[in-house]
Every structure is written in structure tokens, then in C-alpha cells.
């Protein structure tokens, strides 16, 4: 075991209020307290990776529901720079988002880079996938900069492992990822933001709660599980992340880090997760599949050319109450900037709107049947 020393955190700029739990599964109703304003849990965040939501503008995320974004530490860093952001006022004045938000550390990005990266105790040195230029981030630096563009939750650097790698490999990477956790908490500041801590392990749940409970044993504002989604097969995550979030603490916020589909939303809150972010429904959105309340439409087949009818008839988003598929796929084909921005729209509102539902389901004390009713119908497919 690590000596945690005199890593004690002092109390939070954010704090999780649990309001309910589902009698008959592992699902919870909360809510997450930040300096920005109050989030309803389970809550999905959209990924803003340059410091925004592609496609769409902040006045776009308000109308929608939107209340904590994402930002990512690594392509900020090199693009515009945290230190320009930060003479502009921060992350939120820069972008004009007035909300919530959290910024990744950087480290899925960096381990991503697979041939342009090299891990040591330091941290991790990097090619630009810009321009090729050297850079080192070490869990010191990933705080400095995250403090400097003004999330109000960071996260620790941490390694991502595939999820195929090696019992060696990641018995080494999780020693690892543990110690940088303990450098990030001797580099927070504790005045300006609120550190999560991320637990991996793969698919073990051995390597799982081992290194749940060295993670755990640093008491932060929240934890989240990472290492989901990164090749295995959807079936293996869920029961992966069913058995992984228990092994996080019941009154701190539950971060599923980088996950998913609608059905992985569901299935995963009914493990007991909070808080969820990916750039699925972003990118399908500007790839021309959207997903509606009767299964995924690819708007681009020569079927909707004709169709007179709204993308979906149970969604109430903008793009659905106002244009006919017919029209999607026109823009779509001919390769307007305003068909990204619709589709952006309309799948967002589903995945946000699939959120607020879950949290009425929770507080009416119906989330089961609610969520067995979903994973069995075609929206979820």
C-alpha cells in the first residue's frame, strides 16, 4: 500500500447531494453543486473538445438542456494555448459558457498518440499531432493547466490502458496512475477547481477494486472509471461498469468517462453511474446519423427523398417540430453547413432529453420498468 502521507483535501467547491435511490436497481437521483450553477444527475455532458460543441453555439446548449460541458486539456494546450485562455478570463468567459464544466487531463488523448508519446514516472512526452512539436505532461502540468482555463471539476492524469493490454502491463500502468494521482493532489490548489480521481483495471474487476481502493483512499469530490469503451465489446463494458461503480464511494459523484450509445447511458445509470460524456451523438450527428425514438436514421439514404415527414414524430427539438426528412437529406447530400448543425441539434436534444426522462423515472419510482421498456425497444438498437 501508498503512504498517503499528508494528502488530506479540504472541502470542495463541489458538492454531490444524493436525493434517491431506485429500489430495485443501482440507479441514483442527485445533484452536483459547482461554482457555475447546479447539475441534475444522472446528467450528460457534451464535449466541447477545443472549447466547443462542434457545430453549435452556446445559446444552442441552453435551449437544449445542456448544464455541465466538457472541455479537452490536450487540444487546448496546443490550441489556442491554457496560458491565452486564461489572460481572456478562463475556459467559460473565452467561450461565453456560463454553465457548468469539466476538463479531461489530457491523458486519453496522449496515450491515444501510440507511436508519437513515450510514458515514464515523469509523465508522458508527446508529438503534436498539429505540427510535431515536443511537449511533456506530467500530472503537475495537467493541473496547472486545467486551473488555468477554470473548470470548476478536473481530473487526474491518469494512463488509459487498451483494454486488451497485457496482467503486466497494467499491474505497471495502475502503480503508476496511482502515484500521479498523488502528485495531482499536492498540485491542486483547492481554491480554483474540484480534482476527480479516475480508476482503471480494464475488464478485471481484481485490478478494479485494487485500484478502487487506492484511488478511493484519497478522499476527493468525486471518482470516475475509466478505461471503458476503448475496444472491448459493449456486452463486456456493462458488466464491467456494473461491477466497477460499486466499488466507488455512495456520496460522491460517479463519472463514466467517455461512454456512449443511448443503451449504454441506460444500462450504465442503472449500475449507479452519474455522470457520462461522449462525442457519439456530435459526431454521428455531423456523419449524418441521427437517432430517434424508432431507431437510427441514416439521413443520407435515397428512402427519405421524398419523405414529407419530421425526422422524428415523439421529438419535440427544433429540427424535428420544423423540417421533413426530406430536407435533412437534401442539405445532408449537398453538403450544407446547416445540416450539421440540425442534426447536431436533434441528437443532442435525444440524448439529453433520454437523461431528463431517466431522472423523472427516478423520482416517480419507475426507473426499472422505465429502462426495461428502453434496452427492449427500438431506440435502443
Given amino acids: 500500500m501508498i503512504d498517503l502521507g499528508d494528502l488530506r483535501v479540504p472541502p470542495s467547491l463541489v458538492r454531490f447531494e444524493l436525493l434517491k435511490e431506485d429500489a430495485r436497481t443501482r440507479a441514483r437521483r442527485g445533484r452536483l453543486h459547482t461554482p457555475h450553477g447546479t447539475v441534475e444527475t ?93 511537449h511533456l505532461l506530467t500530472p503537475e502540468r495537467a493541473v496547472e493547466l486545467q486551473e488555468t482555463l477554470g473548470a470548476d471539476v478536473i481530473m487526474a492524469f491518469d494512463e488509459c490502458p487498451p483494454a486488451l493490454a497485457d496482467r503486466a502491463y497494467f499491474e505497471a500502468s495502475l502503480a503508476r496512475t496511482t502515484r500521479w494521482l498523488h502528485r495531482c493532489v499536492a498540485a491542486w490548489s483547492r481554491s480554483r477547481s474540484s480534482l476527480f480521481g479516475i480508476v482503471q483495471g480494464g475488464l478485471s474487476l481484481e485490478l478494479r477494486r485494487r485500484h478502487a481502493e487506492e484511488v478511493c483512499a484519497v478522499d476527493l469530490p468525486g471518482y470516475a472509471l475509466g ?31 467517455g461512454v456512449g450509445t443511448p443503451l449504454d447511458l441506460v444500462t450504465c445509470i442503472a449500475a449507479g453511474v452519474d455522470m457520462f460524456d461522449c462525442v457519439l451523438p456530435t459526431r454521428t450527428a455531423r456523419n449524418g446519423l441521427l437517432y430517434t425514438s424508432g431507431g437510427r436514421v441514416v439521413i443520407k439514404n435515397a428512402q427519405y427523398a421524398r419523405d414529407a415527414g419530421p425526422l422524428d414524430p415523439a421529438c419535440a427539438c427544433y429540427t424535428c417540430r420544423t423540417f421533413s426528412r426530406a430536407y435533412l437529406r437534401h442539405l445532408f447530400v ?48
Fill in 227 to 257: 478505461g471503458y469503451s476503448v475496444g472491448e465489446e459493449p456486452a463486456a463494458m456493462h458488466a464491467g461498469v456494473a461491477e466497477a461503480a460499486p466499488l466507488l464511494p455512495r456520496d460522491k459523484p460517479r463519472y463514466l468517462m
Fill in 42 to 134: 444522472p446528467v450528460f455532458m457534451p464535449v466541447g473538445t477545443a472549447g466547443a460543441v462542434k457545430a453549435i453555439a452556446p445559446d444552442d446548449l441552453t435551449r437544449l438542456g445542456a448544464s455541465m460541458i466538457l472541455g479537452n486539456t490536450y487540444h487546448l494546450m496546443l490550441r489556442p494555448g491554457a496560458d491565452l485562455v486564461g489572460e481572456l478570463g478562463g475556459l467559460h468567459r473565452f467561450s461565453a459558457w456560463n454553465g457548468p464544466m469539466l476538463t479531461d487531463s489530457g491523458g486519453f488523448q496522449v496515450f491515444s498518440l501510440a507511436q508519437k508519446r513515450k510514458i515514464s514516472e515523469e509523465g508522458a512526452a508527446f508529438q503534436s499531432h498539429l505540427d510535431g512539436s515536443a
Fill in 334 to 381: 449537398a453538403k450544407e453547413i446547416s445540416a450539421m448543425r440540425l442534426n447536431t441539434l436533434h441528437n443532442l436534444h435525444f440524448f439529453l432529453d433520454l437523461m431528463a426522462k431517466a431522472r423523472a423515472a427516478l423520482e416517480a419510482g419507475t426507473f426499472a420498468d422505465w429502462a426495461a421498456a428502453f434496452t427492449a425497444g427500438p431506440a435502443a438498437r
